[in-house]
């Protein structure tokens, strides 16, 4: 398997896109990835090969001449991703809310929780037509500089950054309070933006800064239970296993083995 991450060259994406990245492999054999919680938002583009849906997993099989294209939205739960043979992955990963910038996703279909085809893009599948990963990139860009439009979203924008700055632990009174707006807007708005709800976003928020201290700095639970203030061990240990299927101790012990597996937030099964 070859994996190849880019930053975006332009100006103008690098305030929304995180970066573009690359799967590949020729080995026909099958391989399992476990996609975890993430408010970071990512296109996939699926080439020669069908994409089916279930409530936990993803089918990827191999089909010449299909393309499908998958948009993962902020996500509440794990997934399993099985593909059975040798495969081509396209992934475009978005800031939070910015995906709304560059697709209209009113007019996506929703598959499950969270996933979203984007089958009616055709400059989208085009690039998996494009064989030479430089070129590659630079029809990504170019599209996604094309289609951009303002979608004024910078409030909702605050209450993200007020959050991640606080670790997950700004309660929604203060938060009110922070970008004038009401209870009930704050909800409407990230169910209808983020795909989750506040609360949800919050425990996304910490469960990834929590593998993000694990990764960085090696660092025990204690010191990571107090950092991001979580009750006590067992809200630890209960948090990580209603988002992850896994114990801390157990998840740590594989983004050790597979360090790579915290840049993209997913690991090999």
């Not at 059975?84 to 499950?112: S, V």
């Not at 970008?179 to 425990?203: A, P």
């Not at 993000?212 to 296993?241: C, L, P, R």
Request: charge should be positive; include cysteine.
């Amino acid at each position: 398997m070859v994996i190849n991450e880019f930053k975006p060259t332009s100006e103008l994406l690098k305030k929304y896109i995180k970066s573009f990245y690359f799967m590949k492999s020729r080995e026909n054999k099958k391989t399992e990835f476990v996609y975890y919680p993430h408010f970071i938002e990512t296109i996939n583009i699926f080439c020669n090969a069908t994409v089916r849906i279930s409530d936990h997993s993803f089918n990827v099989c191999y089909k010449e001449n299909k393309i499908d294209v998958i948009l993962t939205a902020t996500k509440t739960k794990f997934r399993t991703a099985i593909v059975k043979n040798e495969y081509d992955i396209i992934g475009i990963q978005f800031l939070p809310l910015a995906i709304h910038n560059f697709i209209d996703t009113r007019i996506l279909q929703a598959i499950e929780i969270g996933l979203f085809e984007i089958n009616n893009i055709p400059d989208l599948k085009r690039v998996s037509l494009i064989q030479n990963m430089e070129e590659r990139l630079i029809a990504l860009e170019l599209f996604f500089e094309n289609v951009y439009q303002n979608a004024e979203l910078d409030t909702l924008a605050t209450a993200i950054e007020l959050i991640q700055n606080s670790k997950g632990n700004i309660r929604m009174q203060e938060l009110e309070k922070e970008v004038d707006l009401s209870r009930r807007t704050i909800l409407r708005q990230f169910k209808k933006y983020l795909y989750c709800s506040f609360e949800d976003f919050k425990n996304i928020v910490r469960f990834r800064l929590a593998i993000e201290n694990f990764s960085n700095k090696s660092e025990n639970t204690s010191g990571i239970i107090g950092d991001i203030a979580y009750y006590d061990q067992s809200d630890f240990i209960n948090h990580f296993k209603s988002l992850s299927g896994e114990s801390p101790k157990k998840l740590f012990k594989q983004i050790a083995n597979n360090p790579k597996s915290a840049k993209y937030f997913w690991k090999l099964k």
